[in-house]
């Protein structure tokens, strides 16, 4: 089945404590994007890869990094969680970035107390 | 940089009514999708429609890219419709899907 998988779906950390969000997709997307979910402001873009070893910034990309080793994974690590980034993450996938259908993962619920 | 308006923000409805949801967006676009956020808060993806019309089951959506606005039919509407339907745009630096507040459904029985 063609999916965007997210791990963990839900997790609950303390400050500071780094951690990654790892995504993973089986559809042999050139395209892979992070985005967060708040009350208020809506569905704001984190980073985005064109194409492996490809990255670069999004709207809001302040406390977080991304790698791009291969295409299948866009892994989203976050160096020293902050109460501000309690918030629900969305990994996305397209065939490329240039106007093809995105694929969303299931999301990841984050609370950092 | 482009917006993108939904209407309207909220709709109660009851089990087997039509609905209608507006999407209008101020600028030219090369892709549109219609997204259903249900709620456990997975985005499940409707349709993607940069132009054009398309309908799946109960669904259906139209794009009149010229006009900038989509329309999206909900026919026959259950419970499991509840949930915030968003329309999202693409903004071509970066792929970034450009989304609109939302319109939230609440169908009851």
């Known amino acids: 089945e063609a999916q965007v998988t997210q791990n963990p779906r839900y997790l609950i950390t303390v400050t500071g404590k780094k951690l990654t969000v790892t995504c993973s997709q089986n559809m042999n997307h050139e395209y892979m994007s992070w985005y967060r979910q708040d009350p208020g402001l809506g569905l704001r873009q984190i980073y985005y890869s064109m194409n492996v070893e490809v990255t670069d910034k999004g709207d809001v990309p302040e406390g977080y990094k991304v790698s791009r080793k291969e295409k299948r994974n866009f892994p989203l690590i976050l160096e020293s969680p902050s109460p501000n980034q309690t918030s629900l993450y969305f990994c996305a996938s397209s065939l490329w970035g240039g106007g093809y259908e995105q694929y969303f993962g299931p999301g990841t619920r984050l609370t950092v107390t | 940089g482009i917006q993108v308006e939904q209407s309207p923000p909220d709709l109660i409805l009851q089990e087997g009514a039509n609905s209608t949801l507006r999407c209008n967006f101020s600028?030219?676009?090369?892709?549109l999708q219609w997204f259903h956020q249900n709620p456990w808060g997975q985005l499940i993806n409707l349709f993607y429609?940069?132009?054009g019309t398309k309908q799946n089951g109960r669904l259906s959506a139209t794009t009149v890219a010229t006009e900038r606005y989509s329309l999206l039919y909900i026919s026959s509407s259950q419970t499991t419709d509840s949930g915030v339907y968003f329309c999202?745009?693409?903004?071509?630096?970066?792929?970034?899907?450009?989304f609109g507040q939302g319109t939230e459904l609440s169908v009851k029985p």
């Open positions: 999202a745009v693409l903004h071509e630096q970066g792929g970034k899907l450009i």
């Open positions: 429609i940069p132009s």
């Open positions: 600028d030219s676009v090369n892709n």
